[in-house]
């Protein structure tokens, strides 16, 4: 770990930390909510070590990079600005791209509104779905699962940060990653997430070292930058009008656990095995269901899926 460099680098109007590691072609790591560069961490020793440049920001709003104020600075386009510059920064012309959760959509983003600039795609726990001109994604989940949804409860600003500020950050971290259910996190008002059940043993793949250190970096910033990348949902289905019905074509790879809640949303597993998602991706070339995963499984199965990304990139 010690052999990972930090840097800070000006992109977009903000101040973006980036960790990196290795020399060779550059894989981008993006992480998702809530989480930072260090979700990455095992992945950046892996690759790196076989010949790669690997790197891994705290996206806008995380960690050690800036957090703009207003709500409306945490679109699609503002995050795939600031990874652009990044790369123009690096002299880097084309990446290989990973992403999870947060992570995942913004890799989809930037395929979309930049496919230069990608070599290939390796995407975690969340599917591509070809924008519906009908209906805006609030209104889905709402429609879907009720006001209880825990996206739909982000939502309000200041809701979800007073409700997280009840409890020690450490402790919240735990409830986060500690998930295994796959049922639709739905979070009554009164309850909270602060009345979540707690995380009574740590799993092996997370350390008090690890916890320790998300929530340092979230007692220090605040959750607002991330939750802000949910009240942008709408907001991107609006601005993003343009590509209704675009595809992505470049080559992909999609992993997913068998026990992440994104992969028990109604007809997601449909829509994977029964041709929408090659249909929406021409480019997929290989799904991998890991069986008795959940969410966070780029941490969880961190050598697999460290593995899966090498042997995709390496032919390529």
Same mark, same amino acid.
């Given at each position: 770990?010690?052999k990972?460099?930090?840097?800070?680098?000006?992109?977009?109007?903000?101040?973006?930390?980036?960790?990196?590691?290795?020399?060779?072609?550059?894989?981008?790591?993006?992480?998702?909510?809530?989480?930072?560069?260090?979700?990455?961490?095992?992945?950046?020793?892996?690759?790196?070590?076989?010949?790669?440049?690997?790197?891994?920001?705290?996206l806008?709003?995380y960690?050690?990079?800036?957090?703009?104020?207003?709500?409306?600075?945490?679109?699609?386009?503002?995050?795939?600005?600031?990874?652009?510059?990044?790369?123009?920064?690096?002299?880097?012309?084309?990446?290989?791209?990973?992403?999870?959760?947060?992570?995942?959509?913004?890799?989809?983003?930037?395929?979309?509104?930049?496919?230069?600039?990608?070599?290939?795609?390796?995407?975690?726990?969340?599917?591509?779905?070809?924008?519906?001109?009908?209906?805006?994604?609030v209104?889905?989940?709402?429609?879907?699962?009720?006001?209880?949804?825990?996206?739909?409860?982000?939502?309000?600003?200041?809701?979800? +940060? &007073? =409700?997280?500020?009840q409890?020690?950050?450490?402790?919240?971290? !735990?409830? %986060?990653? /500690? @998930?295994?259910?796959?049922?639709?996190?739905?979070?009554?008002?009164?309850?909270g997430?602060?009345?979540?059940?707690?995380?009574?043993?740590?799993?092996s793949?997370?350390? +008090? &070292? =690890?916890?320790?250190?998300?929530?340092?970096?979230?007692?220090? !910033?605040? %959750?607002? /930058? @991330?939750?802000?990348?949910?009240?942008?949902?709408?907001?991107?289905?609006?601005?993003?009008?343009?590509?209704?019905?675009?595809?992505?074509?470049?080559?992909?790879?999609?992993?997913?656990?068998?026990?992440?809640?994104?992969?028990?949303?109604?007809?997601?597993?449909?829509?994977?095995?029964?041709?929408?998602?090659?249909?929406?991706?021409?480019?997929?070339?290989?799904?991998?269901?890991?069986?008795?995963?959940?969410?966070?499984?780029?941490?969880?199965?961190?050598?697999?899926?460290?593995?899966?990304?090498?042997?995709?990139?390496?032919?390529?």
């Amino acid at each position: 770990m010690e052999k990972i460099k930090h840097t800070t680098v000006a992109t977009n109007g903000i101040n973006m930390h980036v960790a990196s590691i290795g020399t060779g072609p550059a894989v981008l790591f993006l992480h998702g909510f809530p989480e930072l560069w260090y979700s990455w961490r095992k992945q950046l020793l892996y690759l790196s070590s076989r010949g790669y440049r690997a790197i891994a920001p705290d996206l806008r709003g995380y960690g050690d990079t800036d957090a703009p104020p207003s709500i409306t600075s945490y679109t699609a386009l503002h995050v795939v600005g600031d990874l652009i510059g990044l790369l123009d920064e690096f002299g880097i012309e084309q990446v290989f791209l990973v992403g999870h959760d947060w992570g995942a959509s913004i890799a989809w983003y930037f395929c979309l509104l930049r496919p230069d600039r990608v070599k290939a795609l390796v995407n975690l726990s969340v599917v591509f779905r070809s924008r519906n001109p009908a209906t805006k994604p609030v209104d889905q989940y709402r429609a879907l699962f009720g006001d209880d949804y825990y996206i739909c409860r982000f939502q309000e600003p200041g809701v979800a +940060e &007073e =409700d997280f500020a009840q409890i020690d950050t450490a402790r919240l971290i !735990k409830k %986060f990653f /500690g @998930g295994r259910s796959p049922k639709p996190p739905c979070v009554p008002k009164e309850i909270g997430f602060r009345g979540l059940p707690d995380l009574r043993t740590l799993p092996s793949w997370l350390s +008090e &070292e =690890d916890v320790n250190y998300y929530a340092s970096k979230f007692s220090q !910033k605040g %959750f607002t /930058g @991330g939750l802000n990348y949910y009240r942008c949902l709408d907001l991107n289905w609006e601005l993003l009008a343009p590509w209704t019905g675009a595809q992505i074509k470049i080559p992909v790879k999609f992993m997913v656990g068998d026990l992440d809640i994104t992969y028990h949303i109604p007809g997601i597993r449909e829509y994977i095995q029964n041709g929408g998602f090659k249909k929406d991706v021409p480019g997929l070339q290989e799904v991998i269901v890991m069986e008795g995963v959940a969410h966070f499984i780029n941490q969880e199965k961190a050598d697999e899926v460290s593995s899966h990304i090498y042997d995709f990139i390496k032919q390529l």
